[in-house]
């Protein structure tokens, strides 16, 4: 074996390194392109100067007592007096409180990453029943991490309750540099986000980062539950946008925001309605592949040690793989390196796996001829 592979001409060495290349070419070369040519510069005018001025004098504190009419559960104190690095803001269903144990279990018990302290509060509407809201409060009682704003908690008020929760952060946590906005079925590894914050080269203002989706046209079928007339957005595409599973703002995005939030389309997806904030007030959404998007990323104990996020609908495994990535182990450059080619190679195996799944499912007649 080895005698032939010493014997191999230039040309065949040539042929092997092509391959090498290509193959990392093909699994990475999305990522790169996205991160590093997708950018336009941002843009300002009289307008968007305006807006910023208009946000950096925003003065909360006379509101905050009429705002807190605003929130069954408000927890007006949780942040006072602290300086906050990043508020992670877990977007949960009132009914749910198995899933936001497990997560103070696991990745939302993280108070703080390198002497940055970080706080995790979850994001409720209202539920329909009268026992579930007292559960909850039961649960709030306990945990003082619950903030429950004043709306039935639907998927079409999905948008009021960004609104709400945005609103929450510029009155009541105005001392967090960050927010994150995340839904309860996602895994975050809170460590390397904050790792990928503090080296942001930039200054800390601007920012809105996650899975940049691009060039998505507004649903157009009246007949569909997510419709959306040309009256309320004209446009074919909407602007550039972060995926709604999990994304960053600072806090003064969240201020330009909150002056915004009244002139701009409400019939619209919540994701794609922060997006069209966001380019209001003159923002690019920067883009990170680490972050999954819906997508489930396969565990890998080093691949998950870098990434972001990862959508667990499909894991319940959470506890043990949270034990495994905190057990202190370091990973070695070779073992990201082949923990990232790994999971990133099952996860397209699995999402061609569900592909082919939907075209049998949607085809009954696949296997009629
Ligand atoms: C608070 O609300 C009251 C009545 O709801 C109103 O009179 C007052 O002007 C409000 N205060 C601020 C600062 O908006
Ligand atoms: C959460 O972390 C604290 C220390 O930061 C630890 O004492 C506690 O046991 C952890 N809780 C769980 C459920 O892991
Ligand atoms: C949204 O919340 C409001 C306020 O609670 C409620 O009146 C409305 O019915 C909700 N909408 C939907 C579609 O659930
Ligand atoms: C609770 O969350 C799980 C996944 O995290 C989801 O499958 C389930 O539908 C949720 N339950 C409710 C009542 O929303």
Redesign the pocket.
């Known amino acids: 074996m080895q005698v032939t592979f010493c014997r191999l001409r230039t040309h065949q060495w040539c042929f092997i390194l092509f391959n090498v290349i290509l193959f990392h070419a093909l699994l990475f070369g999305a990522d790169f392109v996205e991160e590093y040519f997708l950018h336009s510069l941002p843009y300002i005018d009289m307008k968007v100067l305006e807006i910023k001025n208009k946000a950096r004098k925003l003065n909360m504190e006379p509101l905050r007592s009429n705002l807190s009419k605003y929130y069954v559960l408000s927890q007006s104190e949780v942040c006072k007096g602290k300086n906050i690095f990043l508020l992670s803001l877990v977007f949960s ?1 009132p ?2 409180g198995t ?1 936001r144990d497990l997560i103070r279990k696991t990745w939302g018990n993280v108070t703080s990453v390198q002497g940055h302290p970080i706080l995790t509060l979850f994001a409720l509407g209202m539920p329909v029943s009268v026992t579930t809201q007292k559960e909850i409060n039961k649960e709030s009682r306990k945990n003082n991490d619950i903030i429950e704003g004043i709306f039935l908690d639907s998927s079409e008020n999905q948008t009021l309750k960004i609104i709400a929760m945005i609103q929450w952060a510029v009155a009541f946590c105005p001392n967090a540099l960050f927010i994150l906005k995340v839904d ?2 996602m895994f975050v590894n809170l460590p390397s986000l904050v790792d990928y914050l503090l080296n942001l080269k930039e200054h800390l203002e601007d920012i809105y980062i996650g899975r940049v989706i691009h060039q998505v046209t507004p649903n157009r079928d009246p007949q569909n539950r997510d419709f959306v007339p040309l009256s309320e957005y004209p446009e074919k595409y909407y602007p550039d946008y972060c995926s709604g599973e999990a994304f960053i703002m600072s806090q003064d995005v969240a201020r330009m925001m909150y002056v915004v939030f009244r002139e701009v389309p409400m019939m619209v997806p919540a994701d794609v309605f922060v997006g069209i904030c966001a380019k209001s007030v003159g923002l690019i959404p920067i883009h990170s592949s680490r972050f999954s998007g819906k997508r489930h990323i396969r565990y890998n104990r080093c691949c998950y040690k870098f990434i972001f996020t990862s959508s667990e ?1 499909a894991d319940p495994g959470t506890p043990l793989a949270w034990k495994e990535i905190n057990d202190g182990k370091e990973c070695t450059l070779f073992e990201t390196y082949y923990g990232l080619v790994s999971c990133k190679l099952l996860t397209y195996l699995d999402s061609f796996k569900r592909f082919h799944m939907k075209t049998i499912k949607n085809n009954p007649t696949y296997f009629g001829d």
């Open positions: 269903s009914g749910n899933r309860e079925e609908i």
